[in-house]
């Protein structure tokens, strides 16, 4: 069993929606989360960690993680065409990080 | 210049080339690494320097070797690739290596392997 699992999409969704996004996890020892956004042709940038359970949120995106479930998910409110990317959830291990396969995300206008 | 940089960003090579791939981190931190991205995979840790010691290796083809001269300089010299390493290679730096790790990467270096 992968540690992170996340389905790659592609998700479309037209402009103003709710997005969600979500990952599943294997160890329930995992404690730190983060989320990454990676442009066309860019590196990955981090946007969000959470730490072991609950929610995080910053403007219209809110990070939360579900401990019981091993469960971590993205919601993105109001999405604008600018958010069209892909979107890398990740565990944090003693030096590194762990990544799922992504979901490409495109917002139509 | 600000953050981490690669050079070069397009690297195309035949199979019995060497090459080098180059980062350089500036914002002082003690840990630089090496993924690799594919399509429809997950980011590959490749190596992990920290304060230019090698703390991982995982198990990556010698074909691919990576030098940490100092903690803002980080290399990976390939020679001798398969078309199946073509793929993007992120370097990415770390303020450290234990408690919360938070990578900052750089833009990539996009290898051809004809």
């Known amino acids: 069993q992968k540690e992170v699992e996340q389905d790659p999409g592609p998700l479309s969704v037209p402009e103003g929606a709710i997005v969600s996004l979500n990952c599943t996890y294997s160890?329930?020892?995992?404690?730190?989360f983060m989320w990454y956004r990676q442009y066309s042709r860019k590196g990955p940038e981090l946007l969000m960690y959470?730490?072991?359970?609950g929610n995080k949120e910053d403007g219209r995106f809110t990070a939360q993680v579900d401990k019981s479930s091993k469960y971590i998910s993205l919601f993105i409110r109001d999405s604008q065409p600018s958010d069209s990317a892909t979107y890398l959830c990740?565990?944090?291990?003693?030096?590194?990080?762990?990544f799922g396969k992504g979901t490409k995300l495109s917002v139509i206008p | 210049e600000t953050g981490v940089t690669q050079t070069p960003r397009h690297l195309v090579m035949g199979m019995t080339n060497k090459k080098s791939l180059k980062c350089e981190q500036h914002?002082?931190?003690?840990?630089m690494y090496w993924y690799k991205q594919s399509a429809k995979k997950p980011l590959e840790l490749m190596f992990v320097?920290?304060?230019?010691?090698?703390?991982e290796n995982n198990s990556v083809p010698s074909r691919f070797s990576p030098e940490c001269p100092n903690s803002s300089h980080l290399f990976l010299h390939l020679h001798t690739l398969q078309p199946e390493d073509s793929a993007l290679y992120l370097c990415?730096?770390?303020?450290?290596?234990?408690?919360?790790?938070?990578?900052?990467f750089g833009e990539g270096s996009r290898l051809t392997v004809l």
């Open positions: 990415a730096s770390s303020p450290g290596t234990s408690g919360r790790v938070e990578l900052f």
């Open positions: 160890n329930s020892a995992f404690q730190y």
């Open positions: 959470t730490y072991s359970s």
């Open positions: 990740a565990r944090a291990g003693s030096y590194q990080l762990t």
């Open positions: 914002l002082g931190h003690n840990a």
């Open positions: 320097y920290s304060l230019e010691e090698r703390v």
